[in-house]
């Protein structure tokens, strides 16, 4: 049988889109940014996550030459950034905290006015992108008269008017109802599967957790964890709720076999994870490993074991607790 070679497997990743390595950025004797690094690949939707003043909006800044770093490089496409802006620059559509359009024109107006600062943009590319945010019904309406979603598709429609690789959207979600951030997240995951690059900062952390392949997390200018959200999750503290009876003696026994009991569960759980399940339960922090090794030693004390039931973080928890609980953008 013939091994597949290492060439062979990196040959089978989708292609990188964009890469930034070892960014840093020094405003007079402060470090806002430093070494941070991470990549996205074609059809992955890459989530960016840090606390107010982390440096996440000066990260993003740099991303698409709105500021220069002090060191390190970003390369989109194979090309840098700072050295090619023109070019590199060609394969992105981004949204930079708030979209920039004309209310007193209608949304096609719009597309057309930011369709002349491009080369190459056809009346039929128009047509598709209005199609593709689903905007159809309303395009020609004044903007005045859009909703704060609609605003949002319109500049998302004007960011993939030159078919980008890369997608950079800072903070989409903000001001959305739920259906809006629903339909958004549908919406943005769509175009990943088509292929594109997506990076997308927010301060909704479970929006970040159910749309996001991979997440980076930003604190102090510094990257803290990067990675897959399930292997974060997974690979942080976890949780077991025990129901046990009787409830007294079984918290006895849990001490008595050296596991860590948690007193205040509101303090380490979200309220969404505390509703219902956990009522009358036992909360111990542990591996899902040791549950199996527990069991015997709980039903040996005369425990009876109605339930041993693991209970994974959130992003959030997680992210509050790498962060030490401070404040988010």
């Given amino acids: 049988m013939k091994l597949e070679s290492h060439a062979d ?17 020094v405003i007079g004797k402060k ?18 996550l840090g606390p107010n003043g982390a440096g996440k909006t000066t990260t993003i800044r740099m991303l698409v030459d709105l500021i ?48 002349r600062m491009q080369p190459g943009i056809s009346k039929e590319r128009l047509k598709e992108v209005i199609a593709l945010v689903g905007l ?9 008269t859009y909703s704060l979603g609609m605003r949002q598709r319109l500049g998302i429609a004007q960011a993939l008017l030159g078919a980008p690789k890369l997608l950079i959207l800072d903070e989409p979600t903000n001001g959305l109802d739920p ?15 088509q292929g594109m690059a997506v990076v997308v900062s927010s301060h909704l952390l479970s929006e970040i957790q159910l749309m996001c392949d991979r997440v980076a997390i930003i604190s102090r200018g510094k990257v803290l964890a990067s990675g897959p959200v399930a292997d974060l999750i997974q690979n942080s503290s976890s949780y077991v709720a025990w129901q046990l009876v ?15 009991l948690i007193e205040h569960p509101g303090e380490v759980l979200d309220d ?19 549950i199996q090794e527990l069991i015997p030693q709980l039903v040996k004390a005369g425990i009876q074991i109605q ?23």
């Fill in 246 to 260: 009787p409830r007294v003696r079984g918290e006895e026994a849990l001490r008595a076999l050296g596991c860590q």
């Fill in 272 to 290: 969404a994870l505390l509703t219902g399940s956990m009522e009358g339960s036992i909360l111990t922090a542990m591996r899902q490993e040791e």
């Fill in 31 to 48: 470090t806002i940014v430093e070494n941070v690094s991470f990549t996205v690949r074609e059809g992955e939707i890459f989530g960016f």
């Fill in 307 to 329: 339930g041993a039931h693991k209970i994974n973080p959130t992003l959030e928890q997680l992210f509050l607790e790498m962060t030490e609980r401070e404040s988010i953008e």
């Fill in 179 to 193: 259906k809006g951030i629903k339909e958004l997240r549908q919406f943005i995951r769509s175009l990943a599967d």
């Fill in 68 to 115: 220069r770093p002090t060191e390190g490089s970003v390369s989109i496409c194979g090309h840098q950034v700072h050295r090619n802006p023109e070019l590199a620059l060609s394969y992105v559509g981004s949204i930079v905290e708030n979209p920039e359009v004309y209310s007193y024109l209608t949304g096609y107006e719009n597309l057309e006015q930011f369709a």
């Fill in 136 to 144: 159809d019904a309303r395009i020609h309406d004044k903007v005045k």
């Fill in 9 to 25: 497997r990196a040959a089978k990743l989708p292609e990188v889109v964009l890469q930034v390595d070892r960014l840093k950025k």
